[in-house]
């Protein structure tokens, strides 16, 4: 099986920097997502990580750091529209995913 | 707009009553997947589909049923529905199993 913590909420100010860390074991792995979820919508895919290092999209950046089971998703420049649940999950050697709870980022004027 | 469409947005069910979610894709993509969502647990995996004609169980498959009798359609059927199955359910699908699923609006599932 798999286990998959992240943290369950944070908050930050609107402008400012957000890390949201996720760690992870499972039996076998082939690559690490990040999804965002707003309240009451389907979950979108933000990044994708196989290799160990910083993929950087924008404002949002993934790291993955295999031998520690570890990644990151930081965003920055925050915006209000960023409130929302952010999911780390991993896929298995049979390619299949496996989520995180989720955790819930609520961004502050 | 393309992508993936599930039907019904919401239900209403009594236990013991059968139901078929509906997942319907235009992209054309391999693999499918059926995920519920419950607070506090995150999405966990039903079943799932890697090609038209072939399926597979994932974390949570007791008490549900999947088909792929072609590319486009991946219906999910519970039998014999029980108030446990009260959740949130959503469809996926990808273009192979090794690329980033994209998600259906998800179908509210109440079991009463």
């Known amino acids: 099986g798999q286990n998959i913590d992240q943290p369950t909420e944070m908050t930050a100010t609107e402008g400012a920097i957000v890390q949201i860390n996720c760690t992870y074991q499972?039996?076998?792995?082939?690559?690490l997502f990040w999804y965002q979820q707003h309240a009451g919508e389907a979950p979108t895919f933000l990044s994708y990580?196989?290799?160990?290092g910083l993929e950087e999209k924008g404002r949002f950046s993934s790291f993955l750091s295999r031998s520690k089971g570890y990644s990151y998703l930081l965003l920055k420049e925050l915006q209000m529209k960023d409130s929302a649940s952010y999911l780390c999950?991993?896929?298995?050697?049979?390619?299949?995913?496996?989520f995180g709870a989720g955790t819930t980022v609520t961004v502050r004027a | 707009t393309a992508g993936i469409t599930q039907a019904p947005t919401s239900q209403i069910l009594a236990a013991g009553r059968s139901m078929t979610l509906r997942c319907t894709q235009d992209?054309?993509?391999?693999?499918m997947y059926w995920y519920r969502q419950d607070l506090g647990l995150g999405l966990r995996l039903i079943h799932y589909?890697?090609?038209?004609?072939?399926?597979g169980k994932g974390e949570v498959p007791d008490g549900y049923s999947v088909s792929r009798a072609n590319t486009d359609d991946f219906p999910l059927t519970l039998a014999s529905a029980v108030p446990s199955q009260t959740s949130v359910y959503f469809c996926?699908?990808?273009?192979?199993?090794?690329?980033?699923?994209?998600f259906g609006d998800g179908t509210r599932l109440s079991i009463l």
């Open positions: 999950a991993v896929r298995d050697g049979d390619y299949k995913l496996s």
């Open positions: 589909s890697n090609t038209a004609g072939t399926t």
């Open positions: 996926a699908s990808s273009e192979e199993p090794n690329q980033p699923q994209h």
């Open positions: 499972t039996s076998g792995f082939n690559g």
């Open positions: 990580n196989v290799l160990d």
């Open positions: 992209m054309r993509h391999n693999a």
